[in-house]
């Protein structure tokens, strides 16, 4: 059975950092495009961080240079490294599994080209999510 | 980054009756469109992909429609199950988006 379990969740005081953990069954993490997505308490969701197969991370501009995504193959685990935490970083954050393709188009200036890649995945598997709570 | 805006915020409906969900974007996401449910205490499920597509295990009262910057979500004949919160979330981009959500309760 695909299953994905969060932990690490926890109250940290603002300026505080945490590290949270989503462990993979039933597939692959290092072959998948793994995401962790948060919801504040009452609202909608917000995409946080991706790690793809090739390594390739990206994150939302209100964690950038604070959040760390990173995979640890030997254990099938995701990671979210969380730094400088502040009262708007709490929520719910979940991990989840996407699926998608990378799309390579090369650019050519000059007699230079360059391979830039598109990665297109939605999120098929989702954890039950770990609650990170940030307050004084 | 590319903004998602769903309506309408809340829809009142009985069981039986059809659902119409909107989501619009801010730019073209081509069909790289997703819809989710979530329900209360629980972590969002798949329903739809590529903006028409049922993902597994999803009754085909649910179907998705719409590319470029307008989507639909439409539950044939609600069951009680599906009162629920529905999210769109576009992957045009490599920074993903979700819109606002769509609050389905039993009127």
């Known amino acids: 059975e695909v299953q994905l379990v969060e932990s690490g969740g926890d109250l940290v005081q603002p300026g505080g950092s945490l590290r949270l953990s989503c462990a993979a069954s039933g597939f692959t993490v290092s072959d998948s495009y793994m995401s962790w997505v948060r919801q504040a308490p009452g609202k909608g969701l917000q995409w946080v961080s991706v790690?793809?197969?090739?390594?390739?991370?990206y994150f939302a501009d209100s964690v950038k240079g604070r959040f760390t995504i990173s995979r640890d193959n030997s254990k099938n685990t995701l990671y979210l490294q969380m730094n400088s935490l502040r009262p708007e970083d709490a929520a719910v954050y979940y991990c989840?599994?996407?699926?998608?393709?990378?799309?390579?188009?090369?650019?050519?200036?000059?007699?230079?080209?360059?391979?830039?890649?598109?990665?297109?995945?939605?999120?098929?598997?989702w954890g039950k999510g770990t609650t990170v709570t940030v307050s004084s | 980054e590319i903004v998602l805006t769903q309506s309408p915020g809340t829809l009142s409906l009985s069981p039986g009756e059809r659902a119409t969900l909107s989501c619009w974007a801010s730019?073209?996401?081509?069909?790289?469109l997703a819809w989710y449910q979530q329900k209360p205490g629980q972590a969002p499920r798949l329903l739809i992909y590529?903006?028409?597509s049922r993902a597994t295990g999803i009754p085909d009262r649910f179907s998705g429609s719409g590319s470029g910057t307008d989507f639909t979500l439409t539950i044939s004949r609600l069951e009680p199950e599906d009162f629920a919160v529905y999210y769109c979330?576009?992957?045009?981009?490599?920074?993903?988006?979700f819109g606002g959500g769509t609050k389905v309760e039993i009127k």
């Open positions: 730019q073209s996401v081509s069909s790289n």
């Open positions: 979330q576009q992957y045009g981009s490599s920074l993903l988006t």
């Open positions: 790690i793809y197969s090739d390594g390739t991370t």
């Open positions: 989840a599994r996407g699926v998608g393709s990378t799309v390579v188009v090369p650019v050519v200036t000059g007699m230079i080209t360059t391979n830039v890649y598109y990665y297109y995945y939605y999120m098929d598997v």
């Open positions: 590529g903006a028409s």
